[in-house]
């Protein structure tokens, strides 16, 4: 409505100009040079570094790791070293936690039962992170028949359940080593990884750089490594380490229902299986086991909450 | 939305003989040799040895076994137990018992999940967002038989309120527990899942707009922050039926209850390998045709789906 | 009583009038001294600092400025829809002699949509997906308390979609969200944003999500409806001669203060402070002539121009030569089995003369980014021909191709989009020539090193990351990488289109210079024809994957041939508005 523009301003819109010391008009665009240069992931860690979170999981997975490397520097007691006339025996110095049924210290079979577990987790985590980023990275970004093909098989396997396929593979297993376990876990685990993937490899490959890096005759192959890939590995890098907590829950499940780990390996799920028996009796027998197993899968999904949200540029900005 | 439904279909083909192939494949290619096996250390009579191998057409090529495997899922003929009873007639038996205790979770996992996500994610930041947060970090890293075992030790025999075991025929009480325990871990995770949703759609566009028009709060915060947050939501739930599944064995074999889950868990412990597989199959089956379900509500949520 | 509305498809509706004129001597809305800050964790962040703002009744009033510069917080503040952390610290905001700030949330609940309405930004994102376009008119109908039946309320809303010109109303509103184009839903959102008849409405960026003729359409409908209905309008917006064609009264911010307001014209004709001068400067919809390189800047201007356009017609051999150029994608359809086909580019031709700007103009979906992609050699022509120097792209050799893409490189629009976030600048800028094998570790160190002074970035930026670099300076990077091989054709997608007024002109600038000293030449693949005349030698004006219009900018803006570049023409803000000084 240009039209009025000759009218008089009414009150309150008269022509202002604010004065030039007011507002400095800075020069366009320019670089602030004040912070220090800074990568995706030097952001992140100084994210993560902030938070109580972090360092909680943080200590529960450095004692766990450490536990299951070397778990004499825990206790010089041998697990399997076990006295009947200790049956069920209270806490006694040396024995913190008292005796199970067998009369093994339990403070002891605790500690020893971190590698079978940390074992099992890290392996089944190792296995699916390849599987399913291959699997998952092939099919989002070469697409077409790769994809539909890969896309379906994936889709085969997620329809039987974890544990539920593992259940009947381990009920049939000959031998039932950490190996074995680990690679069953693995085979009816790696789908979600491999969607997580995908989904990852096909909106970064949409993305200008990559277009950049194809017109400068970059092969396909090494565009995936050099940039999909490594742009994709955020998701990744998170469900893998919640994985981690859930292959652990997993092994535990079958080595409660007793077809997971032998009952001569010691381990936290066999232990519990155990340990049942005599629930009603004494039941902190159970709880020692327990907890240091819910301490371990606390520990890696609390580290995967915490490295989502310092990965997350959305989760950032807010 | 037929044409999504059709093609929908057709795609539970694939996966339904591929998974079956799988799990089939699994046990064919387990080692040893069951019939041998069936005869102990002294073995079978030869023609006794024979008549089964016969019977189970051991010797037949594996893919001809395996369509007499997929022809007994479809004729409902799967076998008998270790106790010479059809397979087909415990699961009629124990399936009750089961749907009872699943739908009572799946009602327990949404309906508190969702409650408490929504909640939750509202007050992000707050002291009950981070009380929530932590405590379904804590029920996801407990396992089920875990929970299972603190609470028929804590409320059943401690406390006394509710049964310890359900044992035959349970009513709605005796299953309570059992429901509850089944139900944490994806409690848990739909609690999770529903705050990160809520959380996001709280700032989105569509939500500043509601709440331009007008809307009051209320009507905002159900038909457009809690109705959008459901379609992720309704996704997990449908995959997660696999551990409700998973999860059933374990409960349904600590409560005691004869349901499919406990019937496996029983097989489990006893090394009946023909009912486990058995038993593991209808699961599977169930598992496929309850996310096709899940998928078609999906698309009743979401219509951008149907017209994908 | 009632007044006549005309609608776009030309026919006309009584609507009853809902109050006799407001006094248009007291102010609808008066702010004053409004502060607004953010709590972020490194503290708190002043985003509003001291504005004063008043719209009187039916008036309309525009607010400018670049990204940041606190004129959509404000807007926001007044109807209590701050983002995240913000908050209002000080001031007052008075609506109809009422003070707005310290309301209770019921009272701002009756506030918003029937005295104050808002037609937010991005229509692809302020829609709920799940919801029928009817459903969300309703809701505001029921909120703000529409007396009527359920049925009354239905043939409403069909009649609020069709004065916001959507045809065929009554089964649009029947349909979703994802079914509308962006310029359908900008329409729904108008009709949620006057369904209860607001005094005010806020229009906050209202159409620049959309095409330059589509925009033009809605915001003259906007405008009309408006009128009618007497309703105030606050506009926001970053583009001054949109604000100064739309509004009587101008406000520009900058960095969270108003630096000047007062009547459009006056600001525009006369802009008093620094930061007006250049934002009217730079306004690529205001500016009327090429920008000229440093070294022409030196000269007498008018002569080099036409000194230019001579140029392009007689002596400088051609670069790029598209023939016949055809591109057919096949969409899979809904349907299993069905697909059709579709024809993004059809059979255009085009020459690009060394040295020279060509610009291929045209809205979204016309086919000119698919035409760039074929001169790139990232997509496959379905027929014809792309010649370079001579050459038939699709006849080369692998290994000629190879060599090829380091004569051909390519700059994108979205600057966060451009560069691998993992990368630093050092290794983005390194890249080509690591992967073409130019030169060892020290001499590409210092190749890198030549490529910042090119495009006026400091050295140590080299060592920086994407993330810390803003738009302009990713951009900036961008070049220097397209640069680093020593090209001779640039294929700029949208390269400026992202940017804010400011630094888009900077950009262009860079980009003459850098074409006058190194002899470049240019593909210019752009939506925005007020920014072809700051740049461009040659326009071809492209629709539905056809070339309708080819010559000279010049001859194209002074004496433009066909009717749909009348109508871009025409659709550029403030091509009406005439400006002195």
């Known amino acids: 409505m240009p039209d009025n523009a000759n009218a008089m301003p009414r009150p309150g819109q008269r022509h202002y100009v604010a004065p030039p010391e007011d507002v400095k008009v800075e020069v366009v665009d320019a670089l602030d040079a ?57 806490p006694t110095s040396g024995h913190i936690f008292g005796f199970d049924k067998q009369g093994c210290d339990i403070y002891a079979r605790t500690i020893y039962g971190a590698q079978a577990s940390v074992l099992v987790g890290v392996l089944a985590t190792v296995f699916v992170t390849i599987l399913g980023t291959v699997v998952g990275a092939v099919a989002g970004y070469y697409g077409g028949w790769f994809d539909t093909i890969l896309s379906r098989i994936t889709d085969i396997f997620f329809a039987v359940p974890l544990v539920l396929a593992a259940i009947v593979i381990m009920s049939l297993a000959a031998t039932r080593t950490s190996l074995v376990v680990a690679t069953v876990l693995a085979l009816f685990g790696w789908t979600s990884i491999a969607r997580i993937t995908r989904g990852a490899v096909l909106s970064v ?83 020692y086991p327990a907890t240091a197993l819910a301490l371990t899968v606390l520990g890696f999904i609390m580290l995967g909450d915490v490295v989502r949200d310092a990965l997350d540029p959305k989760a950032r900005k807010r | 939305m037929l044409w999504y439904i059709g093609r929908r279909l057709l795609q539970v083909i694939p996966v339904f003989l591929g998974a079956t192939l799988l799990l089939y494949a699994l046990v064919f290619l387990r080692p040893g040799d069951p019939v041998a096996a069936l005869g102990g250390d002294r073995g079978l009579p030869p023609a006794a040895e024979a008549a089964i191998r016969d019977a189970y057409h051991l010797n037949e090529p594996f893919i001809v076994q395996y369509l007499y495997y997929l022809k007994g899922i479809f004729t409902l003929d799967m076998g008998v137990t270790f106790t010479g009873r059809p397979v087909v007639e415990v699961i009629a038996q124990a399936l009750p018992v089961t749907f009872q205790l699943a739908a009572m979770a799946i009602v327990f996992e949404t309906v508190f999940g969702i409650g408490f996500g929504l909640f939750a994610g509202l007050r992000k930041g707050k002291i009950f967002d981070s009380a929530v947060l932590v405590w379904s970090l804590l029920l996801i890293a407990l396992p089920t038989f875990v929970v299972g075992f603190v609470l028929q030790i804590v409320v059943g025999v401690q406390l006394g309120w509710l049964p310890v075991t359900a044992g035959r025929d349970p009513d709605f009480v005796s299953l309570l527990m059992p429901a509850i325990v089944l139900a944490s871990v994806s409690f848990a995770y739909i609690l999770r899942l529903t705050r990160t949703s809520v959380v996001e759609n709280v700032t989105a566009d569509f939500v500043r707009t509601a709440r331009a028009k007008g809307l009051p709060r209320d009507k905002v915060v159900t038909r457009h922050v809690l109705r959008n947050s459901l379609i992720p939501v309704v996704t997990f739930v449908g995959a997660d039926l696999g551990n409700l599944m998973a999860g059933s064995i374990v409960t349904e074999g600590i409560f005691n209850i004869n349901g499919v889950g406990g019937t496996l868990y029983n097989a489990i412990i006893r090394g009946e390998n023909v009912t486990v597989v058995s038993l593991t199959t209808v699961l599977v089956v169930f598992y496929i045709v309850a996310n096709l379900l899940v998928d078609l509500l999906y698309a009743v949520l979401d219509p951008r789906i149907r017209y994908a | 009583m009632t007044t006549t509305i005309t609608l776009t498809d030309g026919s006309t509706e009584d609507v009853p009038v809902v109050e006799p004129k407001p006094d248009a001597r007291s102010p609808l809305l008066e702010i004053k001294d409004l502060r607004i800050s953010f709590t972020t964790a490194s503290g708190t962040v002043d985003a509003v600092r001291g504005v004063d703002l008043t719209v009187y009744p039916g008036q309309s009033v525009a607010i400018v400025g670049e990204s940041g510069s606190g004129k959509s917080t404000t807007a926001h503040a007044i109807i209590d829809l701050l983002p995240g952390t913000g908050k209002v610290t000080g001031g007052s905001i008075m609506f109809g002699g009422r003070e707005l700030i310290g309301l209770k949330r019921k009272e701002t609940e009756d506030l918003r949509g029937r005295e104050i309405g808002l037609v937010p930004q991005d229509p692809m994102s302020n829609l709920n997906p799940v919801w029928r376009i009817g459903t969300q008119i309703d809701e505001a109908l029921v909120a703000n308390g529409f007396p009527g039946s359920k049925a009354e309320r239905t043939a409403r809303v069909a009649e609020l979609l069709g004065e916001a010109g959507l045809p065929d109303a009554a089964r649009r509103a029947r349909q979703y969200p994802h079914e509308f184009s962006g310029g359908m839903r900008q329409r729904a959102l108008i009709a949620i944003g006057l369904a209860s008849r607001p005094k005010l409405l806020i229009a906050d960026e209202p159409t620049s999500a959309l095409d330059v003729t589509v925009q033009k359409k809605i915001l003259d409908h906007l405008e009309g409806l408006t009128a009618d209905l007497g309703t105030a309008v606050l506009f926001i917006t970053h583009d001054l001669g949109l604000a100064a064609e739309r509004a009587e009264h101008l406000i520009v ?19 008093q402070h620094e930061y007006t001068k250049r934002l009217v400067a730079s306004a690529p919809s205001l500016a009327s002539r090429r920008i000229q390189s440093a070294h022409e800047r030196g000269t007498e201007a008018d002569d080099l121009l036409a000194e230019h356009a001579d140029e392009v017609e007689t002596t400088a051999p051609d670069v790029v030569v598209a023939k016949d ?257």
């Open chain 3, 253 to 271: 911010m900058y960095k969270g203060k108003i630096v000047e307001s007062g009547p459009a014209v006056q600001i525009l004709q006369d802009p």
């Open chain 1, 205 to 287: 490959k949409n993305n200008e750089f990559v277009t950049a890096a194809k017109a400068l005759g970059m092969g396909r192959g090494a565009i995936l490594v050099k940039h999909v890939l490594p742009n994709s590995s955020a998701p990744i890098i998170v469900y893998s380490t919640v994985a981690l907590g859930v292959f652990i829950v997993a092994e535990a499940t079958l080595s409660f229902l007793g077809i997971g780990l032998p009952l001569s390996t010691v381990s936290w799920g066999g232990d519990l299986n155990k340990g049942q028996v005599s629930i009603r009796v004494a039941p902190e027998i159970m709880i």
């Open chain 1, 34 to 90: 004040s912070e220090a240069p800074s990568s995706m992931w030097r952001e992140a860690w100084r994210e993560m570094r902030h938070r109580p979170l972090f360092w909680a999981s943080a200590v529960l997975i450095a004692l766990v790791v450490t536990a299951s490397v070397v778990p004499s520097l825990f206790t010089p007691v041998d697990p399997t070293s076990c006295n009947l006339d200790n049956s069920l025996g209270a």
């Open chain 3, 325 to 581: 150029l055809t591109k057919v994608f096949q969409i899979r359809g809904s349907r299993p089995g069905s697909h059709s086909e579709f024809t993004a580019v059809d059979s255009i031709d085009f020459t690009l003369p060394k040295g020279h700007t060509l610009a291929l103009v045209g809205e979204s979906g016309s086919g000119k980014s698919t035409a760039a992609n074929m001169v790139l050699g990232l997509l496959e022509p379905t027929s014809g021909t792309v010649m370079f120097d001579g050459k038939d792209v699709a006849k080369l050799s692998r290994k000629e191709q190879f060599a090829l893409r380091r004569r051909v490189q390519p700059v994108f629009q979205n600057p966060y989009g451009s560069l691998d976030p993992l990368f630093s600048v050092y290794r983005s800028i390194e890249e080509p020539l690591v992967l073409h094998r130019v030169g060892d570790r020290k001499s590409r160190e210092a190749r890198v090193r030549e490529l910042l002074d090119m495009v006026s970035l400091p050295q140590a930026t080299m060592r920086r990351f994407p993330n810390e670099l803003s738009g302009g300076q990713r951009q900036r990077i961008a070049i220097a990488r397209a640069l680093a091989l020593k090209p001779e054709v640039l294929v700029l997608d949208e390269a400026v289109s992202a940017l804010d007024v400011l630094v888009q002109a900077q950009i262009l600038t860079l980009l003459n210079d850098l074409q006058a000293e190194l002899g470049l030449s240019y593909l210019f693949i752009t939506h925005d024809l007020a920014v072809v005349r700051q740049i461009a030698d040659l326009v071809a004006v492209m629709k539905d994957g056809s070339i309708v219009e080819q010559a000279t900018t010049d001859e194209v803006f002074d004496n433009p041939q066909q009717e749909y570049t009348r109508d871009l023409l025409a659709a550029i803000p403030g091509a009406s508005l005439e400006i002195g000084g």
